[in-house]
């Protein structure tokens, strides 16, 4: 903000929860090393008609997961293990299977040689999508006749988009009672989340709150359509950021205005269909291609880790027995 303070946000998946005992596992031992917390809050649904908040034991019986001091914890403590390289900045825009190598040539978006892999795991669900031309003016990154049976699959896996709203408040909402609720009968609004109530964020400003707010997928769709697909423009996220600050205000709970504010858009934020059914990621062994995502599974964080966890045992089962299955 203008007086220096930092403000931090988890503007995607506000937490996680579990149900699995693979991904379980996995969990455990994350939150043995600090990676991750249980988030021991109050959850609710408000309904917009009715002005008041209903369902608290519903929305409040799950333990949810956060990441500390932030969701990307996960991923950036991935990035530290020993083996791992990795390399930010680069978007992938083409990928050439090079038979007589049997392995992958990628190059950047711009053109540049990034080397030859012997096996790539996918986690973009737009990675033969038109969606990606329409995002980047360029042709996606897999030519899908180099796998025509996966065609249909994953060349268009339908979206249901978000707007995400960033806020910061000067004081508590006092009369907000729980420190998350998803809402009923609201055409802009499907959550909210109190952001500076979960555990590790020692950088939240004394007396101050952090709040997130999702939007509807029916909302963000009809924005998009309207704008376009490309990168919003800053006066289109500030239009988004009052129509949504807006309706928060709606609700009857005497909501300020806020010290801090800005919209962001989440064009792919939950896939309308899982792809690969009880296998869990899309696996081409004679290419050695692992497909992998929540949109392969269900539309969560626990989805995505169980996705890639099965893709990472494709490749090491074909590591450990080539001419296996």
């Known amino acids: 903000m203008e007086d220096g303070t930092e403000l931090r946000f988890d503007h995607g998946a506000p937490y996680f929860t579990v149900s699995n005992d693979e991904v379980a596992r996995v969990v455990s031992g994350w939150e043995a090393r600090g990676l991750v917390a249980e988030w021991k809050a109050m959850f609710a649904c408000f309904d917009r008609e009715a002005g008041k908040f209903t369902d608290f034991e519903k929305e409040g019986t ?22 791992v390289v990795a390399k930010f900045g680069v978007t992938i825009g083409r990928m050439d299977w090079i038979q007589d190598r049997s392995s992958w040539l990628l190059a950047s978006l711009d053109g540049r040689d990034l080397g030859h892999f012997d096996y790539v795991v996918a986690t973009d669900k737009n990675i033969a999508s038109p969606r990606f031309s329409g995002l980047t003016g360029r042709p996606p990154p897999l030519d899908l006749s180099l796998l025509p049976q996966l065609s249909m699959m994953i060349q268009d896996i339908p979206v249901r988009p978000c707007f995400a709203l960033m806020l910061a408040f000067s004081e508590p909402l006092t009369k907000v009672p729980v420190q998350g609720f998803s ?62 600050l807006k309706e928060f205000q709606a609700t009857g709970l005497n909501i300020p205005q806020p010290i801090f504010m800005k919209a962001h858009r989440w064009g792919s934020a939950f896939p309308a269909i899982a792809i690969s059914g009880d296998d869990k ?19 969560s964080v626990e989805g995505a880790v169980l996705s890639g966890m099965r893709g990472a045992s494709k490749i090491l089962w074909c590591l450990n027995f080539p001419s296996g299955l």
């Open 183 to 244: 809402f009923n009968n609201s055409d802009y609004l499907s959550w909210a989340f109190c952001d500076s109530s979960k555990p590790g964020r020692a950088h939240v400003p004394l007396n101050s709150q952090s709040w997130v707010l999702h939007s509807t997928a029916e909302y963000a769709s009809k924005v998009i359509n309207n704008i376009g697909p490309r990168k919003p423009s800053a006066d289109a996220l500030a239009k988004v950021a009052e129509e949504l």
């Open 281 to 299: 990621c899309v696996w081409d062994k004679s290419m050695k291609l692992a497909i992998c995502g929540d949109f392969c599974t269900s539309p």
């Open 62 to 83: 799950i333990k949810k997961y956060v990441g500390v001091p932030g969701m990307n914890s996960i991923c950036k403590s991935l990035c530290l293990e020993d083996g």
